[in-house]
């Protein structure tokens, strides 16, 4: 079976002559259907520039990606609008919610603006607010959910389009370790589900790292090691 994600000799710097640095020089992987990978690294080794060029935010110098049968990988960010809207989910550190809007508007505006339609468009975010166990808080404002709640909705609003691969950015960066726990076991269920959905996580987190399917390792501008028992003693 063809993996979800597919990244081959992926090459990204900044800047240009003498002052160019060579974030990515060679990264290559891949993530299979329903598999929960965390992405681990020292600061600044470029784990978010990896995410953004995976989630079609950042075009590469070289290299090719293939998500779902999508390839891509040099495109400029508009070209690739309707990979993000169909194909990758994003989940952020600070939610990204909108303050006055419900949990359940807040699923639903999403969806609108990928082109769903009403009242479609608020049936499928009730439908991803129960999967994430939050049926009962459609109704109330992100000033009014806990920390792990409103990570939950950014979930559900990530998950309602039936996107293959969510691209997770320090999602536990905010929450407590018992919260945190609760999220990477969504995770775990949101994977086993019956649509192949597959998580890559950044995180600085090697406990919570240990938890994930496997570990990716990016050291030096490439991936280092891929599992969390071989890789353990370096990202500590």
């Not at 993996?3 to 060679?26: I, M, N, Q, Y």
């Not at 891949?30 to 992405?39: C, M, Q, T």
């Not at 290299?63 to 390839?71: E, K, M």
């Not at 390792?217 to 891929?226: E, I, K, N, Q």
Request: proline residues 3%.
């Amino acid at each position: 079976m063809a993996p979800l994600l597919s990244v081959k000799d992926l090459h990204h710097g900044f800047g240009a002559g003498g002052t160019r640095l060579e974030v990515l020089t060679g990264v290559a992987f891949e993530v299979a259907s329903g598999e929960l990978v965390a992405l681990m690294g020292p600061s600044g080794c470029g784990k978010s520039t990896l995410l953004n060029i995976i989630g079609g935010l950042l075009a590469a110098d070289s290299g090719t990606i293939d998500v779902n049968g999508s390839a891509y990988g040099q495109q400029p960010p508009y070209a690739l609008v309707e990979l993000r809207r169909a194909t990758i989910g994003w989940i952020f550190q600070d939610y990204h919610l909108l303050p006055h809007l419900s949990a359940l508007d807040n699923v639903t505006l999403a969806l609108e603006l990928a082109g769903a339609v009403m009242p479609e468009a608020e049936q499928r975010a009730t439908a991803a607010l129960e999967r994430v166990g939050l049926a009962d808080r459609a109704q109330h404002r992100p000033d009014e959910l806990s920390g792990g709640q409103a990570q939950r909705v950014a979930i559900a609003r990530a998950i309602a389009g039936d996107r293959k691969l969510l691209l997770a950015d320090e999602p536990t960066g905010n929450l407590d370790v018992a919260t945190s726990r609760e999220i990477l076991e969504l995770f775990h269920e949101l994977c086993a589900g019956d649509n192949e959905l597959s998580i890559l996580m950044v995180t600085h987190d090697a406990a919570l790292a240990a938890r994930a399917d496997r570990m990716l390792l990016l050291r030096d501008g490439c991936v280092a090691a891929s599992d969390v028992e071989s890789a353990w003693g370096d990202a500590v």
